[in-house]
């Protein structure tokens, strides 16, 4: 694991130890509805200002990429068709949640002049970890080639948080992708298969090896990895962690911890075209708008 200042306020990685922990103390370091005492109020307040949002931008939903009860787009194109696009990957450990409960955080970059293409997927225990992640690339494959017909021509920044960054940073080497955004992620697969969260999953050998960003070759392009500073703590070195291991092979790309933000709180800085997440996205860009 990475070192860092004596002075840095983040408790040690929990997985240092990990063999003196019991399932359910294993299950904990990742369990963030647990860790964050108002996360359902949040979860409610997210879903209620989504609801309203996809009613106000209802022209370009529920559209397919592939076969699928969850393999379609929501889209949300800017004026322009050449602006810059953010795609969304939803989170929810790969076995809950859906790209509706997450509209809201279009609104920011919509009102930065930016399209935001929020793509859906098949949840675990129906699909594979691995499957999920190819159906991440139909998704990008799809929106290259179709998005103009919709308003999408510009170049993409491929973002996602928690599962979802984990989805962002295995397909940020498409060369659909311009850069991508990884937000609140997990980076290493091996502890997971160790907690609850594997019933659904049941990761294999190989997925760990080959789906975790942080047993992975660094791809060479600009991925800037945001965290809240109140995150629990596995994800926050996870973070660091994989931000290490680019920067140690000069891969460009920010580090970047949001001050005072949980697991959930982190994306209300897409509410706003002045939010740090919006901008973070227009810097990888150089600033696009």
Partial sequence: MTAFRLDDPTPADPRRRWGDLDRAARGACYDNNAGVPDSAAQVAARNAASAAYRAAHARHLDIPYAQGERTAFDLYPAAQAGAPCLV??????????????????????????????????????????????????????????????????????????????????????????????????????????????????????????????????????????????????ALVHDARNLHALRAAAHAPGALLPVPGADHFSILNEFRRPDGLLVRAAQDLLGGAR
């Avoid at 076995?95 to 920011?108: L, S």
């Avoid at 080639?145 to 979802?164: F, K, R």
């Fill in 88 to 233: 969304f990957v939803h989170g929810g450990y790969w076995q809950r949640n859906a790209r509706a409960d997450f509209a809201c955080f279009a609104e920011g970059l919509n009102a930065a002049g930016w399209s935001v293409a929020m793509p859906g997927y098949t949840l675990a225990p129906e699909s594979s970890l691995a499957g999920i992640v190819t159906e991440i690339g139909a998704a990008l494959d799809w929106l290259a080639a179709q998005g103009g017909t919709h308003g999408i021509a510009g170049p993409l920044v491929l973002s996602g948080w928690s599962a979802g960054a984990q989805l962002a940073a295995m397909q940020l080497g498409h060369p659909a992708v311009a850069a991508g955004l990884a937000i609140s992620g997990v980076y290493d697969l091996a502890p997971i298969r160790e907690t609850y969260l594997d019933e659904k999953l049941g990761l294999t050998d190989a997925e760990i090896e080959t789906l975790s960003p942080l047993r992975r070759p660094v791809v060479d392009k600009p991925l800037t990895i945001a965290y809240g500073s109140r995150e629990l703590p």
